[in-house]
């Protein structure tokens, strides 16, 4: 698993960030989607931070090796999540602290986490920017602290990302590991 930082001009839409992060990589269209990637503010006016989370780099991009997680450790979390139930096939976004806490505990469940504890912040919708889509992607950032019960699937979870929109710069779980001593 291998991450990067690369600094791109500020995209306006979910869409022109995936555009960006795709021509990066020098992806072909009709290949399916290999990386996650989450767009940081920059303190320079203009640009933003991408990173960006494969198995794959390009040669002209020198990646980092990213730290495997550890089952029985603890770990600060961040994750910039597009939160959703499903109703008879339509897509409701979750609204409250409540809700969005239930999926979490769902999501890193199903992946081999345990939540400790996470602070819920509801950040202003993202516009999609495709032509034929004229919608904004509900966004919610999330800090805290997880458990890590099944390590297998915890990797599984920081390449494939949790929830939906993971092509739009959802779902990419940071892990920092909290010193257990």
Do not use: D, T
């Given at each position: 698993m291998l991450e990067t930082i690369m600094t791109f001009p500020t995209p306006e839409t979910a869409y022109a960030s995936h555009q960006a992060v795709w021509n990066a990589l020098k992806r072909e269209d009709g290949v399916k989607r290999n990386f996650l990637f989450r767009v940081v503010p920059s303190r320079?006016?203009?640009?933003?931070?991408?990173k960006i989370r494969s198995l794959e780099m390009p040669e002209n991009i020198k990646p980092i090796t990213c730290h495997k997680p550890e089952s029985g450790s603890h770990y600060q979390f961040s994750l910039l999540a597009h939160p959703v139930k499903r109703i008879s096939g339509q897509?409701?976004?979750l609204k409250t602290e409540a809700e969005v806490k239930s999926w979490l505990e769902m999501q890193l469940e199903r992946n081999?986490?345990?939540l400790v504890s996470c602070c819920?912040?509801?950040i202003p919708a993202i516009p999609l920017g495709k032509k034929k889509f004229n919608i904004s992607l509900h966004a919610v950032e999330i800090h805290g602290r997880l458990l890590i019960?099944?390590?297998?699937?915890?990797?599984?979870a920081m390449i494939e990302g949790i929830g939906r929109c993971k092509s739009m710069g959802f779902g990419m779980l940071e892990l920092k590991e909290i010193d257990n001593a």
């Open positions: 320079q006016s203009g640009l933003s931070l991408i897509e409701y976004a081999g986490m345990n819920i912040e509801f019960i099944n390590a297998h699937k915890a990797e599984s």
